[in-house]
């Protein structure tokens, strides 16, 4: 339900002429002339009243009306007049005192009885006005305006199906009537019929494109409801509607951008730039499709370009930081300056003091642990923790979840997270004092940071400190920049001792591994190398389009020339899009890759996604952001992945995985090794064909698979934390 329907109410209704008193004819002679001078000077009032209103001036209207009145109180209609001028002049109590009158003098004046039930439904009493608004219309059926309002009060009622019929009504009377066409689309969209809806608000576009925010609303809330193909059409219909209105043509362009239609989306984005330059949040979407064409140079230029036009907001600000990470030669201490650069926006003048909190400061109990996200749900990030957090929870640590997304998109990885947690908060929309407060309540001593600089994260509780030990992992790919973290979950590989001077975070590193993988559920069976049958290598990845460019292509290219008859086959949600694949094709053509050669598949569902690693005989993993959960899965379906190891946090991803594994013969240093490295193992096919009928039960068994012997690796840090805390909270 939109807020307050009533008030929105475009159309009220023009006052009437009055009409001629009843009676006989009017005497002729002196006393007749003397009694008609005041109905002259009334109606004279009266008519410069219609005039003004003719012309949207209400007040002066008002003044005329009042005067007509004044002069004839008994007249019929000028009561009526009155009324309506308080209605546009939203005076709604004088207004239905005005009414009341004019019934008092024609007790039968349907419009005076209808317009108190609209006054009432619009002062937050429908359920009144809706019996006025009846009755008005038994007295004067033909009224579309008072069965319009009529429906609008059963609406906000939630009586659904009178107020269709009743807004039915109001249209086989005015078949132009744009508001009922956009109400009744409300009404439907509120019972579930959501094509019936946009049909509605189609028309009500076509008859007014005035009221695109209404359309954006709606598309709003469809897209809430997951309603995505319906929220396309409004987004889409609100841009049409006001062609040279920026804010629509964005909206509908990020919607495009966040459902992987990147080229769409970039034109729509394009179109509000050109109508506002400055809009920083355009220049944000423009980044974000860029990134996913693969077009880093372009992202980080829109990106650092809406910093530029809003210098002070930590927010958009930290949408260069994740661009960056992309970015190829990007150095580890040119992301420090930056994420610093970013945290003095963002640091908070009411920090909470570490040894602030009153958690009571056993050191011998289990810390209550909080987990702050985004991602509980079917998200790498899921499938990279929750089996911790289980078997954490098994051994005793009390947790409490606290999910920033929208409950909507809940699936069965959230109720395992549910299920471990001892409570659950969901946090979408909460402000953030209001956060800080639920994890005070809950008596939080370690909470968990799994976003970083990621959709759906609450850094701004992490930047004011929101429980005494404050830790990042797995959801963002480096340092945060703020200094109120306790910690950051490495390991070895991912953070090697000497990167320290890199983080702002202390460096946390666990033996083996820094995560704890969950494979799929119910994968495909492992396939034979496909290269035999085939008569030739396909080199594959599935990691999405920002991963690659032109300086990746370039390696790409040198192995496809060393391979003859080799392939590389891509496959990605957005590379469904036609426009995204000649993106991409552009990206690799640049980097010398013979796209003949090249085959992209647009594939969102895990287990076709799974499915298609029956084609890849070797992956190769992208430079300088390396691929986390899908070399994981990769090697789950028995194929290994060659990994150029970079220098950032980023860049090590598949590195420590591989090594965790047991394969960090794939782990290149150079780029001239990560050709070499490829070359090599696709002259290998025995090889390759033994390692993938061996590699899934060779991950399973890995330090990455094992959820309890992980589960102690981190419950041991995590307690380390705590009594280092306690022993300075005591000691203090």
Not at 60 to 78: I, K, M, S, W, Y
Not at 448 to 460: E, S, V
């Amino acid at each position: 339900m939109v807020d307050s329907p009533l008030a929105r109410s475009a159309r009220q209704p023009v006052p009437y002429a009055a009409p001629s008193p009843s009676g006989p004819s009017t005497p002729s002679g002196p006393s007749a002339r003397q009694a008609s001078a005041p109905l002259r000077r009334g109606r004279k009032f009266h008519e410069q009243g219609v005039a003004l209103a003719k012309q949207n001036r209400w007040k002066p209207a008002l003044e005329a009306f009042r005067q007509a009145a004044r002069v004839l109180p008994a007249h019929p209609g000028f009561h009526y007049a009155v009324g309506v001028a308080l209605c546009r002049l939203d005076r709604f109590a004088e207004a239905i005192e005005a009414f009341h009158r004019e019934i008092a003098i024609n007790p039968g004046h349907g419009p005076a009885v209808a317009e108190i039930g609209t006054c009432l439904a619009r002062t937050g009493r429908p359920r009144e006005g809706i019996s006025y608004l009846r009755e008005g219309l038994r007295l004067f059926p033909s009224m579309p305006l008072a069965q319009y309002s009529l429906g609008l009060a059963l609406l906000t009622e939630d009586r659904r199906a009178e107020a269709m019929e009743a807004l039915d009504k109001a249209l086989a009377m005015d078949g132009a009537y744009a508001q009922a066409y956009r109400t009744r689309g409300l009404a439907y969209a509120m019972d579930g019929q959501f094509e019936r809806s946009v049909a509605d608000l189609q028309a009500a576009s076509a008859l007014d494109n005035s009221n695109y925010q209404a359309i954006l609303e709606l598309g709003v809330t469809f897209g809430k409801a997951e309603r995505n193909l319906q929220a396309a059409q409004l987004f889409e219909m609100a841009a049409k509607a006001a062609p040279d209105v920026a804010l629509p043509h964005y909206i509908y362009g990020q919607f495009l951008i966040n459902h992987r239609q990147f080229e769409r989306g970039l034109l729509a984005i394009d179109r509000a730039l050109e109508l506002d330059p400055l809009h920083a949040e355009s220049h944000v979407g423009r980044g974000f499709g860029y990134l996913g064409q693969g077009r880093i140079e372009e992202a980080v230029a829109a990106f650092r370009r809406a910093g530029e036009l809003r210098p002070g907001e930590a927010a958009i600000a930290g949408t260069l930081l994740f661009a960056l990470q992309h970015k190829p030669g990007v150095t580890r201490d040119e992301l420090l300056r930056e994420h610093r650069k970013w945290a003095a926006l963002y640091r908070r003048p009411l920090v909470t003091g570490r040894l602030a909190f009153a958690n009571d400061a056993d050191p011998e109990r289990l810390p209550r642990i909080g987990i702050v996200s985004a991602d509980m749900h079917r998200h790498a990030v899921a499938f990279l923790t929750v089996r911790a957090f289980e078997q954490l929870a098994a051994r005793g640590f009390p947790i409490v979840g606290f999910s920033t997304a929208r409950p909507d998109i809940d699936d069965d990885m959230t109720d395992r997270f549910k299920a471990a947690s001892v409570a659950w908060h969901g946090v979408n929309g909460r402000d953030d004092d209001e956060v800080m407060r639920l994890i005070a309540e809950e008596r939080i001593d370690i909470l968990f940071d799994l976003a970083g600089h990621t959709a759906g994260n609450r850094l701004g509780i992490f930047a004011r400190r929101a429980a005494p030990v404050q830790v990042g992992w797995a959801g963002y790919v480096g340092t945060v920049g703020l200094d109120s973290y306790d910690g950051l979950i490495a390991d070895a590989v991912e953070i090697p001792p000497d990167h320290d001077s890199s983080y702002v975070e202390p460096v946390i590193r666990l033996p083996d591994c820094y995560v704890c993988y969950q494979p799929p559920t119910d994968p495909p069976e492992v396939t034979p190398l496909p290269g035999p049958t085939t008569g030739h290598v396909t080199f594959g990845c599935f990691n999405r389009p920002a991963k690659l460019n032109s300086r990746l292509a370039g390696l790409w290219a040198r192995i496809l020339e060393q391979v003859p008859n080799s392939r590389l086959l891509l496959v990605y949600g957005g590379l469904g899009e036609g426009a995204t694949q000649k993106a991409l094709s552009a990206v690799l053509g640049a980097g010398g890759v013979p796209l003949d050669r090249v085959d992209m598949v647009g594939e969102t569902e895990q287990a076709r996604l799974l499915d298609a690693y029956g084609r890849v005989d070797l992956a190769l993993d992208p430079s300088p952001y390396s691929g986390g959960v899908t070399t994981l899965e990769a090697m789950w379906m028995g194929v290994p992945t060659v990994t150029l190891v970079g220098d950032t946090f980023a860049g090590r991803h598949a590195a420590s995985h591989l090594t965790a594994a047991g394969l960090a013969e794939f782990c290149a240093a150079t780029e001239d090794d990560y050709v070499a490295l490829a070359v090599d193992w696709s002259r290998r096919p025995e090889a390759l064909a033994t390692l993938r009928r061996t590699l899934r039960d060779r991950l399973a068994a890995s330090p990455l698979c094992d959820a309890p012997g992980f589960a102690g690796n981190l419950g041991r840090e995590l307690t380390r934390l705590w009594r280092d805390w306690c022993a300075g909270k005591t000691k203090g």
